[in-house]
Every structure is written in structure tokens, then in C-alpha cells.
């Protein structure tokens, strides 16, 4: 049998969807259990603070390993030879710098849209 004579038979989703929804079930009556249970469950947390505390640590966890890339990356040595080379190898590595960090900043941006 073929693959494609497999899914053919298979009945659409909506479909199906629609006869398992018109099933009617009688309903058990199970004292107030349900109503208790849904009372005694914590309210719904607020979104937004939620999504601060995200926010908050994924700001953190870039800044943390962007300080940890630098502290092992020897500034010193780069800046020593920089001075030593011309200014427009100088000036080429900033606009590198300067622009690695505004793409990790408009990433940063765009992930949190």
C-alpha cells in the first residue's frame, strides 16, 4: 500500500474535529468536586511580570557572557598594538565594536517583539 493511499483514507481533521465534538456525554454530578478544585488552584500569574523577569535574564545572561568573552579576550595587548598601528585600523576595529553591539542590540530588540 502506498503512502499516499494511506493519508487519502484517513478522514479530514475538521471533519473528524466536528463528529467528536457533536458527541454529547451525560454529565456525572460529582458533588461540587470540580467547583473545589478549580477554587483552590492559584490565580493566573500577571503576564507582564512575567515577561519582565524573562526580559531581566536573558538582558542578564548577554551581559554576564559578553563580560565573561572580555575578560578572557586580551584588551590589553589589542589596545598596545592599536596604538602602534595607524589610526584607520584603529578606527576600523571601533566600527567593528560599535557595530557588533548595535546588532546584538536590534537582536535583542527584535527577539523581545
Known sequence: MNRNDQTDSLP???????QELQHSEPYID???FCEQVMAS???PRNRRVTER???FL???AVLLSSGIVAWNFP???MIDQL???SISLYSLIAVGLLGST??????LVALKR
Do not use: K, V
Request: no cysteine.
Open 58 to 60: 536573558q538582558y542578564g
Open 83 to 85: 596604538m602602534s598601528q
Open 12 to 18: 479530514d481533521f475538521d471533519t473528524w474535529l466536528r
Open 53 to 55: 523577569r524573562y526580559n
Open 75 to 77: 584588551l590589553g595587548a
Open 41 to 43: 488552584l492559584p490565580a
Open 102 to 107: 548595535i546588532a546584538t542590540g536590534a537582536g
Open 30 to 32: 460529582d458533588d461540587g
